[in-house]
């Protein structure tokens, strides 16, 4: 019967290192480090970065910091402007704050119910970045693993997974939504379900094309010679190497998901009152433009930066991922 | 090529069929009653299921139904709500949206093509930059704020167009859903034309055509455009597709009473209208699938190599 052989320490020998010669000229560089130098090279990518970085921090604190919550009505008394009533409902409420112009109190003025507008915007571009970033979050969690499947396996696995997704994506974003209109609740659930089922089917498609060009690589043969199992090799060895183009797709998703959120609480299936997004502001500065236009100002200011801000990182990563040879 | 075609065509029906039933299926299974059950009693119910066929089990109800499909008719074909018949109403609308559409297209492809064309040729001048800025804007301006925005200028401010759908006077007071509608198309489409053009007009057999002599116009459509056109074919299909999302609001904001605006009302009111939403459900699938097919085949038109490799495999 063979012994299992034990590994000793002194099997393999280290060559001395000092005797090695390192080419200082041309170093060489890790791959995300030549990915990063590319990237913040690029002045419109870092514009980009900006742009997301600057709106997400005023998402996060200027909601926390404003004096007013974002579904307050606020009252104005004769000495000044300040809060009077608190979360009344808008019957009782004096209406005394309604439609006021902006000013130093209320940065960006009021709405109709006499509401905050800097507090609901910055408020609004929360929860409609939540929404974009939770949906493909787990939509690169699902269109990643399926892709990799579906190329790593190939044959009829692939057949069966190719034709699902076929089929899948010859159905309308439209009827999608609809379908889930009738059998959820208008909301945040409905929003995010609805990003769910259509913008995984980009991320794995690109996932698979990576799969089937590094599926043929030595790495890959050299870990199923040393014994590797098929989900070793997809999610330890195949996966980190198609990081790049993923990372891309979502770049380019996450504008399509403030979109998605914004159509669809301008159409009245999305966020409901007294909770507001980006798309749902936009709704309602809709209904008042001919009279009050700057209510409808604000909302679209912030999502159209968004989308440039995101479109600019996404175009900057696939740059920097894959450099011309002009560029360089 | 007809075999490539055939090939398609089949696939397609395929697709379609299965599509159909599964927004059948779950429609049938749906939780919640049809009838008001409050009013009605226990007997008058059954006798209405079995009236609208829903006691039969749910394959044969889905049989029936493409039975009934493939006639010509929608179901039983009423509304839920009002019992009046789904075809002329979704007809009437189909058309007002498709006109819109159809319109969009032409003002995509036609504008961002010119754009394109336009700006690779006058590459790093004032054209080119102007193209780089429409699809920046393009981009980031969804289609329906520009709407909004085109809306308040144009026919608010200086009423020039009229501020609602007039159906009267239809060409007119479909440009600015129209423009608004292809502004996404404009963009991406612009900017592809310009870079598959100066990618195409820096190649070796650009370089031998003009050495030939070839210059000008010919050249341009001889040999540039026909090389660049292949990749932009398959920027418009999804874009074409894009268009009846981006409708369902413009439709909303312009009161045009189009198929969009049809479907809205069916699901965002206060109670779901199944049969609308099958019947239009089963329409959008259908147009959105012709759509893909009918690009398939231009493409294969366009690029001969996709027919070749098709054969050989």
Same mark, same amino acid.
């Given at each position: 019967m063979a012994k299992t052989y034990i590994p000793k320490a002194d099997d @393999?020998? @280290?060559?001395?290192?000092?005797?090695?010669?390192?080419?200082?000229? %041309?170093?060489?560089?890790?791959?995300?480090?030549?990915?990063?130098?590319? @990237?913040?090279?690029?002045?419109?990518?870092?514009t980009g970065v900006v742009i997301v970085g600057v709106i997400i921090l005023f998402a996060i604190f200027a909601p926390i910091l404003s004096s007013y919550g974002y579904q307050e009505i606020v009252s104005v008394n004769d000495t000044g402007k300040e809060l009077v009533a608190k979360s009344l409902p808008p019957q009782i409420a004096d209406g005394s704050a309604q439609n006021l112009f902006a000013d130093k109190t209320f940065l960006f003025?009021?709405?109709?119910?006499?509401?905050?507008?800097?507090?609901?915007?910055?408020?609004?571009?929360?929860?409609?970045?939540? $929404? =974009?970033?939770?949906? $493909? %979050?787990?939509?690169?969690?699902?269109?990643?693993?399926?892709?990799?499947?579906?190329?790593?396996f190939g044959g009829l696995v692939d057949n069966i997974l190719q034709r699902f997704i076929e089929i899948?994506?010859?159905?309308?974003?439209?009827?999608?939504?609809?379908?889930?209109? $009738? @059998?959820?609740?208008?909301?945040?659930?409905?929003?995010?379900?609805?990003?769910?089922?259509?913008?995984?089917?980009?991320?794995?498609?690109?996932?698979?094309?990576?799969?089937?060009?590094?599926?043929?690589?030595?790495?890959?043969?050299?870990?199923?010679?040393?014994?590797?199992?098929?989900?070793?090799?997809?999610?330890?060895?195949?996966?980190?190497?198609?990081?790049?183009?993923i990372i891309t797709q979502v770049m380019f998703s996450i504008p399509v998901a403030i979109f998605t959120e914004a159509f669809l609480s301008f159409v009245g299936v999305g966020i409901v009152l007294p909770q507001c997004s980006l798309g749902s502001l936009i709704? =309602?500065?809709?209904?008042?433009?001919?009279?009050?236009p700057y209510q409808i100002l604000p909302p679209i200011t912030v999502l159209a930066f968004l989308m440039l801000g995101f479109n600019l990182i996404g175009d900057g990563f696939r740059e920097a991922l894959a450099p011309k040879l002009e560029d360089m | 090529?007809?075999?490539?075609?055939?090939?398609?065509?089949?696939?397609?029906a395929l697709t379609l069929f299965v599509i159909i039933f599964v927004l059948f299926v779950l429609i049938r299974i749906m939780p919640g009653n049809p009838f008001p059950v409050e009013r009605m009693s226990a007997e008058l119910i059954l006798q209405k299921r079995a009236e609208l066929g829903l006691d039969k089990p749910i394959l044969i109800q889905f049989a029936d139904y493409m039975s009934m499909l493939l006639q010509g008719s929608f179901g039983n074909g009423t509304s839920l709500y009002n019992g009046a018949p789904i075809k002329p109403i979704m007809f009437a609308c189909l058309e007002n949206s498709f006109k819109v559409g159809v319109l969009s297209i032409l003002f995509g492809t036609t504008i961002g093509l010119g754009l394109g064309i336009v700006a690779a040729l006058n590459r790093g001048k004032f054209l080119d930059g102007l193209c780089t800025v429409v699809s920046i804007l393009g981009v980031c301006i969804p289609s329906y704020v520009f709407m909004i925005f085109l809306q308040y200028f144009f026919a608010y401010? /200086?009423?020039?167009?009229?501020? &609602?759908?007039?159906?009267?006077? &239809?060409?007119?007071?479909?440009?600015?859903?129209?423009?608004?509608?292809?502004? &996404?198309s404009i963009s991406t489409v612009a900017r592809f034309t310009r870079n598959e053009m100066i990618e195409?007009?820096?190649?070796?057999? *650009?370089?031998?055509?003009?050495?030939?002599?070839?210059?000008?116009?010919?050249?341009?459509?001889?040999?540039?455009?026909?090389?660049?056109? !292949?990749?932009?074919?398959?920027? /418009?299909?999804?874009?074409?597709?894009?268009?009846?999302?981006g409708a369902m609001? !413009?439709?909303?904001?312009?009161?045009?009473?189009?198929?969009?605006?049809?479907?809205?009302?069916?699901?965002?009111?206060?109670?779901?209208?199944?049969?609308?939403?099958?019947?239009?459900? !089963?329409? &959008?699938?259908?147009?959105?699938?012709? *759509?893909?097919?009918?690009?398939? /085949?231009?493409?294969?038109?366009i690029d001969p190599r996709i027919r070749l490799a098709t054969k050989e495999g």
């Amino acid at each position: 019967m063979a012994k299992t052989y034990i590994p000793k320490a002194d099997d @393999f020998e @280290f060559i001395g290192s000092r005797d090695l010669n390192v080419d200082l000229n %041309f170093a060489s560089q890790g791959y995300w480090k030549g990915v990063a130098v590319h @990237f913040l090279r690029n002045r419109l990518a870092v514009t980009g970065v900006v742009i997301v970085g600057v709106i997400i921090l005023f998402a996060i604190f200027a909601p926390i910091l404003s004096s007013y919550g974002y579904q307050e009505i606020v009252s104005v008394n004769d000495t000044g402007k300040e809060l009077v009533a608190k979360s009344l409902p808008p019957q009782i409420a004096d209406g005394s704050a309604q439609n006021l112009f902006a000013d130093k109190t209320f940065l960006f003025g009021t709405d109709d119910m006499g509401r905050d507008l800097w507090t609901r915007t910055w408020h609004g571009a929360r929860i409609s970045l939540i $929404i =974009a970033f939770v949906a $493909i %979050f787990i939509d690169m969690l699902i269109g990643t693993s399926y892709g990799l499947i579906s190329g790593y396996f190939g044959g009829l696995v692939d057949n069966i997974l190719q034709r699902f997704i076929e089929i899948a994506g010859s159905i309308p974003t439209l009827v999608i939504i609809s379908i889930l209109a $009738i @059998f959820m609740e208008k909301g945040i659930g409905l929003v995010i379900s609805s990003l769910l089922l259509t913008e995984w089917i980009g991320m794995s498609k690109i996932a698979r094309a990576e799969c089937l060009k590094l599926k043929e690589r030595e790495y890959v043969l050299a870990s199923r010679t040393l014994g590797a199992g098929s989900f070793h090799i997809i999610f330890k060895q195949i996966l980190p190497n198609t990081i790049g183009p993923i990372i891309t797709q979502v770049m380019f998703s996450i504008p399509v998901a403030i979109f998605t959120e914004a159509f669809l609480s301008f159409v009245g299936v999305g966020i409901v009152l007294p909770q507001c997004s980006l798309g749902s502001l936009i709704e =309602a500065g809709f209904g008042n433009i001919t009279i009050l236009p700057y209510q409808i100002l604000p909302p679209i200011t912030v999502l159209a930066f968004l989308m440039l801000g995101f479109n600019l990182i996404g175009d900057g990563f696939r740059e920097a991922l894959a450099p011309k040879l002009e560029d360089m | 090529m007809s075999k490539y075609v055939a090939k398609r065509i089949l696939m397609s029906a395929l697709t379609l069929f299965v599509i159909i039933f599964v927004l059948f299926v779950l429609i049938r299974i749906m939780p919640g009653n049809p009838f008001p059950v409050e009013r009605m009693s226990a007997e008058l119910i059954l006798q209405k299921r079995a009236e609208l066929g829903l006691d039969k089990p749910i394959l044969i109800q889905f049989a029936d139904y493409m039975s009934m499909l493939l006639q010509g008719s929608f179901g039983n074909g009423t509304s839920l709500y009002n019992g009046a018949p789904i075809k002329p109403i979704m007809f009437a609308c189909l058309e007002n949206s498709f006109k819109v559409g159809v319109l969009s297209i032409l003002f995509g492809t036609t504008i961002g093509l010119g754009l394109g064309i336009v700006a690779a040729l006058n590459r790093g001048k004032f054209l080119d930059g102007l193209c780089t800025v429409v699809s920046i804007l393009g981009v980031c301006i969804p289609s329906y704020v520009f709407m909004i925005f085109l809306q308040y200028f144009f026919a608010y401010k /200086i009423p020039f167009f009229p501020y &609602f759908f007039d159906p009267s006077q &239809f060409l007119f007071s479909s440009i600015m859903p129209s423009l608004s509608l292809s502004l &996404f198309s404009i963009s991406t489409v612009a900017r592809f034309t310009r870079n598959e053009m100066i990618e195409v007009m820096n190649s070796d057999y *650009v370089k031998l055509a003009e050495a030939k002599g070839l210059y000008g116009f010919e050249l341009l459509r001889r040999h540039v455009l026909r090389n660049a056109l !292949i990749p932009i074919v398959t920027v /418009i299909a999804p874009l074409v597709v894009d268009l009846v999302t981006g409708a369902m609001v !413009i439709e909303k904001i312009y009161g045009i009473n189009g198929a969009g605006s049809l479907m809205v009302n069916a699901i965002a009111g206060d109670g779901v209208d199944y049969n609308y939403v099958l019947a239009l459900g !089963i329409v &959008f699938s259908a147009l959105y699938i012709a *759509v893909m097919l009918a690009l398939d /085949i231009l493409y294969g038109i366009i690029d001969p190599r996709i027919r070749l490799a098709t054969k050989e495999g």
